[in-house]
């Protein structure tokens, strides 16, 4: 049998409005590995954090070559932003967020560098654990986080996360892409 390590996954898009939103098939064996290796690289020496907001930080990095469970979600993520961007050379940048209980995500864009893209990837989302909100001119946007979904946006699109109100984490991974350097 294979493993969620060697298996190929594709994403299912539909597009509503200034949003992506992707459906990724058979997901729960990938999300259930990937949520180990999080959870055993997390605090280790592959890992950094990044600023301190609202009481907790924010962004989790870890290096990819400490969690080659994580390859093909990238890589099918990567494929879905290289087909939505009609470009194949993409860098991309990732970073784990992972918001307890009381948790929520203060409003922010991705707008600081070359991004073309931004995206989030949900590895587990209980029941009410916060909302993704994107603010298109004079409207609000909602998302709510489901295991297995990849929300697709302009990396100007401010957003942010309403209060986790559940009492378990909800763990995802977001993702920005540019241009690779010719």
């Known amino acids: 049998a294979l493993s969620p390590k060697t298996m190929s996954y594709a994403f299912q898009v539909t597009k509503k409005g200034p949003l992506t939103i992707a459906w990724l098939d058979d997901f729960d064996s990938l999300n259930q590995s990937i949520l180990k290796a999080y959870d055993r690289e997390a605090q280790g020496q592959f890992s950094r954090h990044s600023h301190l907001e609202l009481g907790r930080y924010e962004n989790t990095y870890i290096d990819i070559s400490a969690i080659p469970e994580f390859q093909p979600l990238a890589d099918a993520v990567k494929h879905t932003a ?12 990732f970073w784990f967020n992972a918001m307890q209980p009381g948790d929520k995500t203060a409003r922010h864009n991705h707008d600081e560098e070359d991004e073309l893209l931004s995206c989030v990837y949900y590895i587990t989302a209980p029941q009410h654990s916060g909302d993704l909100l994107l603010f298109n001119r004079d409207e609000t946007l909602r998302v709510t986080p489901e295991a297995g979904k990849l929300v697709l946006f302009s990396p100007k699109l401010a957003h942010a996360v309403e209060e986790n109100r559940s009492d378990q984490q909800r763990l995802s991974v977001a993702f920005n892409f540019g241009l690779a350097a010719s």
């Open 82 to 93: 290289q087909i939505l961007l009609q470009q194949t050379e993409l860098k991309m940048g």
